[in-house]
């Protein structure tokens, strides 16, 4: 089974400033997709940025870009000038690419992420 | 376009009362998923459906819930009886489900405590 672990359980980052939250993960397939999703207060789910294990080129969302590394199995975001919106969980997942798209996302246990201003 | 649609947002109920949660996909997409969030154990996967057919339900805690999927915009989470340690926020989410790069979106969660 594969698995997600984020290290970081809390990360504070200043106002403007550029911050890294890290993911590895386990797994021995070869196919599959990566997701950053952000969870501020309200509790919604919302999916940041996501990356394609077949692709080497790193994916990027505005201020938001991942380091993929398929190698080392590591998969962190990046979120540059930080603004107070940002402060939220981070929840790292995988998808495995097989069955055609129907499965589910497995997820780390979060990171909270704190802007101070 | 509405997102999924779940209720209730907040439920408090007693221990040993039946607990129903419900779940609204997006109109056109034929997978739907269960997870269930808290504090200890993060959010966890409970059940999935293709096409409105259970594909795994190992993440199910017990015989005391259940889910239904009845038709492609209508799904239930049952929990009967319900105990203190089931309160967690439960969410719904769909997704096309043609490629595993397609996102999967969420409802909003439905916030059960159990007393």
């Known amino acids: 089974a594969q698995t997600v672990t984020q290290s970081q359980p809390e990360m504070s980052v200043q106002e403007a400033e550029t911050v890294t939250l890290s993911c590895t993960y386990d797994?021995?397939?070869?196919?599959?997709?990566l997701f950053w999703y952000k969870q501020p207060p309200s509790r919604q789910m919302i999916l940041v940025i996501r990356q394609e294990a077949y692709k080497q080129q790193n994916a990027t969302e505005n201020r938001f870009s991942v380091n993929f590394q398929k190698a080392a199995k590591s998969f962190s975001l990046k979120i540059s000038d930080s603004q107070l919106g940002d402060a939220a969980m981070y929840f790292c997942a995988y998808r495995t690419d097989k069955n055609s798209g129907n499965t589910p996302l497995v997820f780390g246990k979060g990171t909270r992420l704190s802007v101070i201003a | 376009d509405a997102g999924v649609i779940q209720s209730p947002r907040h439920e408090v109920t007693e221990m040993g009362q039946e607990v129903t949660l419900r779940c609204k996909p997006i109109?056109?997409?034929?997978?739907l998923f269960w997870y269930r969030q808290t504090m200890m154990r993060g959010l966890e996967l409970l059940i999935y459906?293709?096409?409105?057919?259970?594909?795994?339900d190992s993440g199910m805690p017990e015989d005391r819930f259940s889910a239904k999927m009845p038709n492609a915009s209508f799904s239930t989470l049952k929990i009967q009886p319900s105990e203190p340690r089931d309160s967690a926020v439960y969410f719904c989410?769909?997704?096309?489900?043609?490629?595993?790069?397609?996102?999967?979106?969420f409802g909003e969660g439905s916030w059960l405590t159990v007393v």
């Open positions: 109109s056109g997409h034929n997978s």
């Open positions: 797994t021995s397939e070869s196919d599959y997709y």
């Open positions: 989410a769909s997704s096309l489900g043609t490629h595993s790069g397609n996102t999967i979106y």
């Open positions: 459906f293709n096409n409105n057919v259970p594909i795994d």
